[in-house]
């Protein structure tokens, strides 16, 4: 199951687009977790950037809502974007300004095509997910289409990989109450981009739930530690930063594999 989410971030990444299918993929996609998938919405946006892509999947019976990671030079300037600006207007509640934007920039779209697809397919769950800068967006997605569409608390699931801090101490207090319980924050052994930006740079913190991949083969811990900003000191935070390698960030139980992309690069 933790493959077949990846693919689908994988897939929002290697700009695959309803017109061509799954074919600019490459690997990734050679799968029946993939093929047997249906594209619903392809959405490549240059300003602010943001790609991604929503599709059913009838065997499973899912939704899923794919945010592209960092693949394109400009989406650097989102990453990089990291002054704090508030999730709620008047509130404490900060998160990182370029993932706000990005996903503010299609979330109506997004909201409109999710709509129908739930209408369409009642018993379906929906399953956001994204790697690096995608996992970032997908949470921030996950918690704006969660306190807009109607019976979505009820069939939600939040699958990030590699995903960097989203916010302050006091958004990810916001985001655990919505959503905290039906996410699983994916993070490879001693990936250095979940443990960016800084703790120390304007209070960003984690989110639950942390799913530990201790090692190559693997092996899982899942993080036990569940207020405010304590990240279970015995997963990826156990690693020491300069122990890091953005190798790790590249290789989530295999994916994406090298030759996944037409994107510009990736990590």
């Known amino acids: 199951m933790i493959q077949r989410y990846m693919r689908y971030s994988t897939a929002a990444t290697s700009f695959v687009d309803t017109s061509t299918g799954w074919s600019a993929c490459g690997q990734a996609c050679v799968s029946p977790d993939v093929h047997d998938v249906m594209l619903n919405l392809t959405w490549h946006v240059d300003l602010p950037l943001s790609d991604g892509l929503i599709a059913v999947h009838h065997r499973s019976q899912e939704i ?68 690096s800068k995608g996992g970032a967006e997908a949470a921030l997605g996950a918690l704006d289409l969660v306190r807009r569409v109607d019976g979505l608390r009820d069939r939600i699931r939040v699958w990030t990989f590699g995903q960097p801090r989203v916010g302050n101490m006091q958004f990810a207090a916001l985001y655990n109450r919505h959503l905290g319980a039906v996410t699983y924050r994916v993070t490879s052994y001693a990936d250095p981009v979940v443990a960016m930006p800084p703790r120390f740079l304007f209070d960003y913190c984690h989110h639950n739930t942390e799913v530990w991949l201790m090692n190559a083969e693997g092996d899982i811990y899942v993080g036990q530690n569940n207020t405010g900003c304590n990240e279970d000191p015995r997963a990826s935070s156990s690693v020491d930063f300069y122990d890091r390698s953005i190798q790790w960030h590249k290789d989530y139980l295999g994916l994406p594999p090298l030759d996944h992309a037409t994107a510009m690069f990736s990590w």
């Open 64 to 131: 899923v809502i794919s945010w592209a990671g960092t693949h394109r030079y400009r989406a650097l300037v989102a990453d990089m974007s990291v002054f704090p600006r508030p999730y709620i207007p008047g509130a404490s509640t900060d998160v990182h300004g370029g993932f706000l934007d990005a996903v503010h920039g299609v979330i109506d779209l997004v909201q409109h095509h999710l709509e129908h697809l739930m209408s369409d397919y009642p018993n379906y769950m929906v399953i956001f997910t994204g790697h």
